[in-house]
């Protein structure tokens, strides 16, 4: 049983936001946790679906240790932003070193779930701060989540049945291009690159999450380009409107960073969208991926 016999974790959690995001503090991230405080943690987890580890001094082992709890770490696909010693590492930054980037630089610029274009997407993200941008003392470069079960939940009745059983394609590659044609800080992509990077993935319009069995909205601005099997005019007007059903200030919760923070979130539970208001300073960040499951 995660939970002691009054019902207490063995933490403390602070809710954050109206329908998710909690701070779990009173826990020590560097050692190992053990199996009744793991599944204490999985279970907050399922519940906020963000949360949110204030003050850990994490090296990327113990980092990447923790995070392989929750299943098997993936490699994201642009490995030149990955940690040469540590490969399930991957590093998002604006810092330039001798001239070159040393992360992306333009992560989470549209709403997204993490590697949604992969088969097996993205279950839990976990994203270290090292470096936080800050201006008259206020900290810039803040990540914002929004429910997408909270929004399935919240879809008139007829809705909901006109989207059962529909199936959308995720694009890494349609992705890359809008981004570089964007904010010019990635490279156009010729053919014999685009034939490195996966290939497009289909998954349900809406999806079932594989802890808690809600319905979530699984299609999102930046990887979703066609719903299946309708005409394109009203894919479009569908996408459209989930897109911006999903992402309503109602349903979000945003994150204000602190360096040494650790938060986590479910990518079937919420969508996210980073914040690029900082530059000239510095934003420094360092991400570990879980596998999830073949969505349904
Ligand atoms: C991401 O989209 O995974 C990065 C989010 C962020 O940098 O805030």
């Known amino acids: 049983m995660p939970r002691d016999e009054i019902g207490a974790t063995p933490f403390a959690v602070q809710p954050q936001g109206k329908l998710i995001g909690a701070e779990i503090s009173q826990i020590d991230l560097t050692q190992p946790l053990p199996d009744s405080v793991f599944d204490a943690v999985s279970e907050t987890f399922d519940q906020y679906s963000v949360v949110v580890f204030r003050d850990q001094d994490l090296t990327g082992e113990q980092r990447i240790a923790f995070s392989k709890r929750f299943g098997p770490l993936q490699i994201n696909v642009r490995s030149e932003f990955n940690n040469p010693r540590h490969p399930e590492i991957y590093t998002v930054s604006n810092i330039l070193k001798d001239g070159k980037p040393i992360g992306s630089q333009d992560a989470g610029r549209y709403w997204h779930s993490d590697l949604c274009y992969l088969e097996k997407p993205t279950k839990a993200s976990m994203l270290y701060a090292i470096e936080v941008p800050r201006r008259e003392g206020a900290s810039l470069g803040d990540t914002v989540f929004a429910s997408?079960?909270?929004?399935?939940?919240?879809?008139?009745?007829?809705?909901?049945?006109?989207?059962?059983?529909?199936?959308?394609?995720?694009?890494?590659n349609a992705m890359f291009d809008r981004k570089a044609a964007q904010f010019g800080v990635r490279p156009k992509l010729n053919d014999e690159a685009k034939s490195k990077y996966p290939k497009d993935a289909i998954h349900p319009v809406i999806r079932t999450h594989p802890n808690t069995g809600e319905k979530c909205i699984y299609v999102c601005e930046g990887y979703t380009t066609q719903i299946l099997d309708i005409p394109e005019a009203e894919s479009r007007e569908l996408l459209e409107f989930l897109f911006a059903h999903v992402t309503q200030p109602k349903y979000q919760y945003r994150h204000s960073w602190r360096k040494a923070d650790l938060l986590m979130w479910d990518n079937c539970a919420v969508q996210h969208l980073a914040s690029f208001d900082y530059a000239p300073l510095h934003r420094h960040m360092e991400r570990t991926t879980v596998e999830g499951s073949v969505p349904y």
């Open 148 to 172: 997408a079960r909270a929004a399935y939940d919240d879809l008139p009745q007829d809705m909901k049945q006109r989207l059962e059983g529909l199936r959308a394609v995720n694009s890494y």
